[in-house]
């Protein structure tokens, strides 16, 4: 017997660390050394259970996620009670918060319960009773963004915090991730209520076409708006930050410290996420790499707008780059194409683009204007609503832009002569294709379809239409967020998405726009952007934008706050998973960007150069090429104006213009003086000869 015993004693040892490893958990989910609560325990700490297979059918989703182990009673009457006994008391009205909720009720029949919900993560305090487990920290930011308008009790503080207590960063278990390691299902982050697993596989082999990949490229920006490129080889992105700011992202994703452009004194941005108003666009001159023109548009409320009815004023700029630096623009050489009032803060458009002709299309919304606000206006209403095209290629000094002879309203008495077509509500972000069949020009733009900004349209624009009455491309179905246009896509990573119009709204909804094989018809289909494998992560936040870089690829600007200081604005790379990142056949040579060469950039010191070379002399500079300084008053005395209204006198004179002699004494006084002597002499002589 005691050899029995002795021989049975391996065994038994084994059979209990084996059981200790089936039970318990890993020291690392326990803290200070303490002991780790049971791996594999339910809320209420038994051991959860294998379901029975003629109850996977009838029970709903819970099942499905947990088919080996779960903690859910094994008929249906006892899994309702033990969501009313325990489930939270929270509701929604919303169907996509309400989804979310009831997916979290999930969580309670995991064999992991306890520790989703009795753990607590590192630098968080234990909960008592917890209405949410552990989630995963993209699963929590998107549950605070679409439950927070709708269960305000729940979400007190900002998603931060919330996502700090109720979410983790690490290698811990949290909902709804870890289903991943037990069970076959979608690779996305999110579950489906609607379909089961092989209804998911199904629709994604149907959809397959539409599936890519959001690659997060650069993060900490402050409410990006826009991304474009310069066109002159650099590969440089000139992301537009909504404050007033332009930064530069390099071929290497690298954000240069120092920002490209910074007028944020002179930019009005709104603080709300209705608010439009801000840095609105950026368009560089098709001739960038020799004139160093780029186009700004922005808001602005200045004081001799102040008065009247006026909220702000849209305005649009003409910069320079400087002639030292080629990642900053020299401030000094402001030109103002144009400047339009506004009464409201939605609607504002702002749109710049250059089409392959070289002129400048500026789009604008019709600001929420009635009939009776326009009689109130100064005539700069007649912009609104209106694409307007105009020729920067000027050499007039003072008029900085000229007007196409070929455009539809040249010669009209009623119209303005800029406008190119009119009848826009609230344009998105339009999209000029470059490499349009023949070169002809071809304009996408997303427009809402009336005052509720949650109905949209899609238009192609076309000289002298009047979208009022001209039938859209398409009708966009109804949308909770205004949608903010996009790109045509040009690149080379994603073959199927090439020619495609890449657009969507502030929630994230993204669109397809593609020609059918006729080249008539245009079709339109969900972009699905994948959450889990191959792709990573999806998108977090609001979409603010899209932008394009010199290779024609597109990006996605979001942000997770809408705070115009807060950083947490992000930008994503829009890639295709069934191919490369950086395909041989897609790489271009990165070419270092130069300082401007052409004669008058280097010869107009004092002045600014039309986008022609003519050299327009600044304040107090007159001459060719501005060398000449001008003094108001002239210089007296053989005096010199070395600058503007700044006199080198000689030797024996002095003061701002030369009117003093060696002494102090000013000339012109003592001038005076004599000359009044001269006046009394001659009269006296004069009465002594008629006395005489």
């Not at 098709?286 to 009247?308: C, D, F, H, I």
Request: with cysteine; glycine share 10%.
């Amino acid at each position: 017997q005691l050899k029995m015993k002795m021989r049975l004693f391996p065994l038994l040892l084994i059979l209990t660390i084996a059981a200790d490893m089936w039970e318990g958990g890993d020291a690392k989910y326990g803290e200070h050394g303490e002991a780790a609560p049971r791996r594999r325990r339910c809320y209420d700490g038994s051991l959860p259970k294998r379901p029975k297979k003629r109850d996977n059918g009838g029970m709903g989703l819970c099942p499905r996620l947990y088919p080996r182990l779960s903690c859910c009673p094994s008929k249906r009457s006892a899994f309702r009670m033990l969501h009313r006994r325990n489930g939270m008391v929270l509701s929604s009205n919303n169907t996509d918060c309400t989804k979310l909720l009831e997916e979290l009720q999930c969580a309670r029949c995991s064999p992991h319960a306890q520790l989703l919900y009795h753990t607590a993560s590192p630098g968080r305090a234990p909960r008592g009773q917890p209405h949410l487990p552990i989630l995963c920290q993209d699963y929590c930011k998107r549950l605070y963004y679409t439950c927070r308008g709708h269960i305000p009790e729940l979400f007190q503080a900002d998603v931060d915090e919330f996502c700090q207590y109720y979410g983790t960063g690490g290698n811990s278990l949290c909902f709804p991730d870890f289903h991943r390691r037990q069970t076959r299902g979608p690779s996305s982050n999110y579950l489906d209520l609607t379909d089961d697993y092989e209804q998911k596989e199904d629709f994604n082999r149907k959809h397959k076409d539409s599936c890519y990949c959001a690659m997060e490229v650069a993060g900490g920006l402050r409410q990006p708006v826009g991304a474009v490129h310069c066109g002159d080889g650099s590969q440089r992105l000139f992301i537009l930050e909504k404050e007033g700011v332009v930064r530069i992202l390099t071929p290497s994703k690298v954000l240069i410290r120092e920002p490209f452009l910074d007028i944020h004194k002179l930019v009005q941005a709104g603080t709300k996420g209705e608010d439009e108003r801000g840095l609105l666009s950026l368009a560089f001159h098709p001739n960038y790499r020799k004139n160093g023109k780029l186009y700004v548009s922005y808001t602005s409320n200045q004081e001799r707008w102040a008065m009247g009815p006026h909220d702000h004023i849209l305005r649009v700029v003409e910069y320079t780059v400087s002639r030292k630096d080629t990642n900053q623009v020299d401030v000094r050489t402001q030109r103002v194409l144009m400047e339009v009032a506004e009464l409201h803060r939605k609607h504002l458009g702002g749109q710049l683009h250059f089409g392959a002709d070289g002129l400048l299309h500026i789009f604008l919304g019709d600001g929420l204007i009635t009939l009776d606000d326009m009689e109130e206006m100064d005539g700069l209403s007649d912009f609104t609503g209106a694409v307007l095209r105009v020729d920067v290629n000027t050499d007039s000094c003072q008029d900085p832009y000229a007007i196409p002879k070929d455009n539809p309203y040249f010669n009209s008495t009623n119209q303005p002569p800029e406008i190119y077509a009119h009848g826009l509500r609230s344009p998105g972000r339009c999209a000029v294709d470059q490499h349009h069949v023949n070169r002809s020009l071809l304009i996408i733009c997303t427009d809402s379809r009336g005052k509720n900004s949650s109905t949209g349209r899609i238009l192609q624009i076309k000289k002298g239409e009047d979208y009022e009455h001209v039938p859209p491309l398409f009708y966009l179905p109804p949308s909770r967020a205004a949608p903010v246009g996009g790109f045509i896509y040009r690149g080379c990573q994603s073959r199927r998405l090439y020619g495609s119009y890449v657009f969507g709204d502030r929630s994230g909804n993204l669109r397809i726009l593609q020609k059918a094989w006729s080249g008539r018809m245009w079709r339109e289909k969900p972009l699905c952007l994948g959450g889990g494998h191959p792709c990573g992560r999806s998108l977090v936040g609001q979409v603010l934008g899209f932008g394009e870089d010199e290779l024609g690829e597109v990006y996605i600007l979001t942000t997770s706050k809408t705070v115009a200081h807060s950083q947490s604005g992000k930008l994503y790379k829009v890639m295709d998973p069934k191919r490369p990142a950086g395909p041989r056949e897609c790489q271009r040579p990165v070419e270092a960007p130069e300082l401007l060469a052409a004669a008058c950039s280097r010869q107009c010191r004092n002045g600014v150069c039309t986008p022609t070379g003519r050299c327009c002399c600044l304040a107090g500079w007159e001459g060719p090429l501005c060398k000449a300084a001008k003094c108001e008053p002239a210089c007296r005395n053989g005096g010199i104006c070395v600058e503007p209204n700044k006199c080198l006198c000689k030797s024996s004179f002095s003061g701002a213009h030369c009117e003093k002699d060696e002494h102090g004494v000013e000339i012109k006084a003592r001038d005076g003086i004599v000359d009044r002597i001269m006046d009394v002499t001659s009269y006296l002589l004069d009465l002594t000869s008629y006395i005489v």
